[in-house]
């Protein structure tokens, strides 16, 4: 307001410029008032059409801005506060992230073992099932191959007995006696 005052033209008519002041003083003061009106609706000054003090005005707008500036100061600690809590926040989420890709790509490592080692459980079984089948025709070929060495061994008896007889080749007693006590089913 002291500048309103102070910058008037000190080459006009002082009457006409104390006026304009003085117009010029209770506008200001009426838009002081509509705003400390507007700002605070508990104010002890009610709608009327009485001239308020402008000092009074002025202090009453101080306090209120001193208000307002550690209302302002408190805001701006919890916004710190908060953007501190957002970063630490964004931190743990990217961490968190990072986290979940490292464990995505073992998954996916161990899923391409698990088929791998499925398509080697798959050949293991085949293999077992051809080793079987061999096995199998191992021992039906044992089976035969006892079987005639049974046949064998009884012949080769058969024919130790004869020459432990000590017969010689002319001697033709007794052959027929041997022969019948050979079984039926050992003659060759």
Not at 6 to 13: A, G, T
């Given at each position: 307001m002291k500048v309103t005052l102070?910058?008037?033209?000190?080459?006009?008519?002082t009457s006409e410029s104390s006026d304009e002041e003085k117009e010029e003083m209770k506008a200001i003061t009426a838009t002081l008032s509509q705003i400390f009106r507007n700002v605070d609706t508990s104010s002890e000054h009610e709608e009327s059409d009485e001239e308020i003090n402008p000092e009074e005005l002025c202090a009453n707008l101080l306090k209120k801005s001193m208000d307002l500036s550690k209302e302002n100061e408190v805001l701006n600690e919890k916004l710190t506060f908060i953007q501190t809590e957002r970063?630490?926040?964004?931190?743990?989420?990217?961490?968190?992230?990072?986290?979940?890709?490292?464990l995505e790509e073992e998954i996916s490592k161990l899923l391409i073992k698990i088929n791998s080692l499925e398509l080697d459980h798959e050949k293991a079984l085949d293999e077992i099932k051809s080793l079987d089948c061999t096995l199998a025709a191992t021992k039906r070929d044992l089976i035969s191959s006892n079987d005639l060495l049974d046949k064998f061994n009884h012949g080769s008896n058969f024919i130790s007995n004869l020459l432990k007889a000590a017969k010689t080749a002319n001697d033709k007693k007794g052959l027929a006696m041997m022969l019948q006590r050979v079984p039926t089913h050992h003659k060759e």
């Open positions: 102070d910058d008037s033209d000190s080459s006009s008519n970063d630490e926040t964004m931190i743990k989420l990217q961490e968190s992230s990072i986290k979940i890709k490292q």
